[in-house]
C-alpha cells in the first residue's frame, strides 16, 4: 500500500450540507456520498501534484463546488475500480475530525481533515 493523495469533488446539490461549521454532519455527509459512488474524482496521486490538477479542473466548474482532499493508504489496482476505491476512501472518514479549509473563494472550498 501507498499514501495517496485523493481529491474529490462533491455534488453541487450537497453545498449546503456541507459548513465548515458542522464537522460532524459535513464529514457524515461526504462518508454517504462517497458510499454512494456520488463524487467525481478529480486527481488521485502519490505526490502533492493534486494541487495542479485541481488548479486546471477549476477552470471547468461554473456553480459553487466543495471539495474533499483525503490522504489514505491505498494499492494502486484501487484507483481501477471506483467501485472498489470509494468504499475505501469512505472508510477512511472520521466524521469527529476536525474541517481544515485548504482554500476557499466565492466559486469553490477544499475542505480536509485536520
Known sequence: ??????????PSSSSSLLNVSQNKSLWASAKDLLKSGSAVIVS???DTGVCEELKNYL???TD?????LL???LNPADLI??????PKLASSI????PVEVVDF?????VLAQA
Open 44 to 46: 488521485s496521486r502519490r
Open 94 to 97: 472520521d466524521i469527529h475530525a
Open 71 to 73: 490522504q489514505t493508504a
Open 59 to 61: 477552470s471547468h466548474i
Open 105 to 109: 473563494n466565492t466559486k469553490f472550498q
Open 81 to 86: 475500480n471506483k467501485d472498489k476505491l470509494f
Open 64 to 68: 459553487f463546488t466543495t471539495f474533499i
Open 1 to 10: 500500500m501507498d499514501s495517496y493523495f485523493v481529491v474529490l469533488e462533491l
